[in-house]
Every structure is written in C-alpha cells, then in structure tokens.
C-alpha cells in the first residue's frame, strides 16, 4: 500500500466551495458501472469520452462477419444518463492528468478539474514491436474497427467476383486471423460460416465455399484460457467448418501481401488481429507503475500508487485475482470493479470505513463457435456444443441494454440461426 495519506484525511478544496467533482474518463463498462453506482451520492459528475456511444464489445466481431447492425450494440451515451441530472457528458480526447492541479488534460488545450478520478480507458491493439503491420492486419476494438473489417471482408468477395487471375483470386478468398483467443475463435468460425453458407447463392462466377480461413496462435491450444478439453472441442468445430487451425506458430511478418508464418509464405488479402492488447496510455500520464502490458498496477483498493483521489478499473489496471493471477481484462471484471470505485468513493464522501480490498468472482468464460456452438467453463461446471450456445446468446442478451436491442438481438440470431442469413452485408465507410 502507498504511504500518502488518504483523501478522507485531507478533505478536497472543493467541499469548502460546494459538491465534490468526480470525473470519469471512459464511457465503458467500468466507467458507467461506477456512475451507476454513484447516484443519490452529492457529486457532479462529468464523463469524458472521444466517442459518444458506449459499446458492447462482447458482440463486436458479429458486427464484423455482418450479423448485427451497429446501432444493435451501441448506445449514445448521453441518452444512458439521460436520468441522471448531476451528471454530464464531455466528447473530448484526453491526453493527460495534471495531478498537481487535479486536472484532466484535454487535446483541444481544455482542462476538467476533479476531486476523484477514475480512469476507465480501456485497451487498444499490441503488435508485440510491429506496429507497422497495423494497416494490414487491423484489430477490433471499436464499431469503426468493426465497419472497416466489415468492409474488408465483403470487398474481398466482391473483387474475387471479378479477378480472372487464378492466382489473385485464391489470395482475395483467402482470410487468415492471427491470435487464438475468443475474439479470433469467433471471428474465424463466423468467416467461414458466412462463406459457405450464407454467401454461396448471392455470387454467380465463384463458389464461396472454396475460401480458406485460417485461424493462427502462437500457443499449443486455442482458447488458452479455457479447460484444455474446451480448447480441444473448440479446434475440432472449427475444422469442421472448414477452418485451418494453426497452432505453435507465430507470425513473422505481415503485409500487403500476406503473412509469413513459421516458414510458409501465405498470400491473403484479408488479414485480421486478435493477439493481443495494450492498455491505454494511463500510466504514462501519471507516471505510475505498470506492467509490461501498460496497465496500471493498482492497490489493493483500484487507487493508483501515490494518488489516493485517482481510480482505474477494467482494461486499464493489473490486480491480482483470489488465485494470483492477473483478474481478464473482460467487462464482468469492469463491472465489478467499478461498482467498487462508486461505492469507495460515497463511504469516502460519508466519512465511513473504506470497504475491504477488491475481490474479484469470476463468473466464467464463455466463447461461440460459429452457429449453434459454443463452449462455456465455469469451472466445475463445463458445457460445449449447442446447450452452450443458447446459455452463451441468452447471457449476452440480458446483459444488452434496452428491450429494443435485446429484441432486435434476439431477431437477427432467430433468422440468422433459421435461414442462415445474415441482413447486415452492408459496405459502408471507407475508401
């Protein structure tokens, strides 16, 4: 634990001048979980975010394969605190936190002063050193993300359409997905699905079905994270997709042109990342520990060492879970731990007890297979296949927020999980 003193011993300037300033950097799952928490709280809140919605990122990749339209997943954020008439809502980049003056440094030279901060800022792309291969293989952590591999994947169709090159064809119809996480389990499943099964009628002059998917990790097993017989069950349905796992590989390089994986030379003009990620620049800003992944290494009660008035949650922090290792950067941990951001800051405010360290529960992991197949652990408990895949779309859609979306949700996989189609096949955006 730090040595400076807590904020409960040194009352901040602003109660002497009226109600206490919490600013809130990032509109995700932990930020709005600790303005949730906060409310009947005698604060003015502002939420800062470069984007005006927030994002259920969980479902990003359907709005990827073109399974779910964005407005499907997203919702302005200023629409979420409607309600909340202490609150307000700043669309703004930050670049940085003057902890001297208590201030949140804005790109257009403004400055939000604060008496509690909470960083929730999330996570961006790690190339491990190759920064250079992000204009080809991007990543997926935003809906622009999102409509840009969208528009990469169904243009690659287009264009095989039209190549006579046989050689160039194969390259156009060909998809490699590096990383074998969740986000590139799902998105190597749903490719392949979508070209052999929801594409093939809509081309005249090639059979869809001949694409190549190719889904490749560095590591012995997909799904690391999962029971090795999940991980297991996971590669098998994936081949029998058609998917070509590659495992005990890493990726040399990549271009243009394709990727060099152990000593093959693969040409494909659709090259995806999930391999991992960074946290946000956080740390730098303040100058705090971190780990080798940028994030945050927080106290025990999520502040920030040395700045007792400055939380960080979600993406943005490594704490240790109850079995010592670091608690998943998913949002059930988000959500946690910015409940226990609110709820620090109003005993704060009471002058009450602090709360007992964070503890994290794992509630499980849970990743689709393409349709009709998923794989949950929940420690003792593990199920695989189609049971799995209803509890997996059932948890999702109650975490969505509002009916409409849930119905909406529930629709498209209806008709998805029927007929095979999927009604969002838009190219938008983009040169």
């Not at 009450?352 to 964070?358: I, L, N």
């Not at 003792?380 to 799995?388: D, M, N, V």
């Amino acid at each position: 634990m730090s040595d400076t003193p807590s904020a409960s011993s040194s009352p901040p300037a602003s109660r002497a001048a009226g109600r206490h300033r919490v600013v809130v950097v990032g509109g995700g799952f932990g930020g709005l979980e600790a303005i949730s928490r906060l409310k009947g709280a005698d604060v003015d809140i502002t939420l800062i975010d470069r984007r005006n919605h927030h994002l259920f990122q969980p479902l990003l990749y359907q709005v990827a394969t073109a399974s779910l339209a964005t407005s499907e997943i997203a919702w302005p954020i200023r629409y979420l605190l409607r309600d909340r008439p202490e609150a307000s809502t700043l669309l703004a980049t930050v670049i940085g936190v003057d902890t001297q003056a208590r201030e949140v440094l804005l790109e257009d030279g403004g400055r939000v002063p604060y008496d509690s901060l909470v960083l929730a800022t999330g996570a961006r792309h790690a190339y491990f050193g190759h920064d250079d291969w992000m204009p080809y293989a991007p990543g997926l952590k935003t809906l622009e993300d999102a409509t840009m591999i969208r528009r990469r994947i169904l243009l690659a169709f287009e264009r095989a359409e039209r190549e006579t090159d046989p050689r160039r064809q194969a390259a156009l119809l060909t998809f490699v997905v590096i990383g074998g996480g969740p986000t590139g389990v799902e998105l190597a499943g749903t490719i392949a699905e979508m070209a052999r099964v929801t594409l093939p009628p809509d081309f005249r002059r090639i059979d869809t079905r001949r694409a190549r998917v190719l889904l490749i990790e560095g590591g012995q097993r997909l799904l690391s994270a999962f029971d090795p017989s999940l991980s297991d069950y996971a590669r098998q349905a994936l081949e029998k997709l058609g998917v070509e796992v590659v495992l005990g590989q890493t990726v040399s390089e990549c271009s243009a042109q394709g990727v060099v994986y152990g000593d093959t030379r693969l040409e494909a003009d659709t090259v995806l990342w999930g391999a991992g990620v960074r946290a946000s620049p956080a740390a730098e800003w303040l100058g705090a520990p971190a780990d080798r992944a940028g994030r945050l290494l927080v106290e025990p009660d999520l502040t920030v060492p040395g700045y007792p008035e400055i939380y960080a949650v979600g993406d943005t922090v490594s704490i240790a879970g109850p079995d010592g290792a670091p608690v998943p950067g998913i949002a059930p941990a988000a959500k946690q731990q910015g409940r226990y951001v609110g709820a620090a800051i109003k005993a704060r405010l009471r002058g009450a007890p602090p709360p007992a360290p964070f503890r994290y529960k794992h509630s499980g992991n849970l990743a689709t297979i393409g349709k009709r197949k998923a794989v949950i652990d929940f420690g003792r408990i593990k199920l695989r296949g189609p049971l799995a895949w209803w509890i997996w779309g059932i948890a999702h859609i109650y975490f969505l927020i509002g009916m409409r979306n849930r119905l909406s949700v529930a629709l498209s996989w209806l008709w998805i999980h029927t007929r095979g189609q999927r009604s969002a096949r838009l190219i938008t955006q983009g040169k």
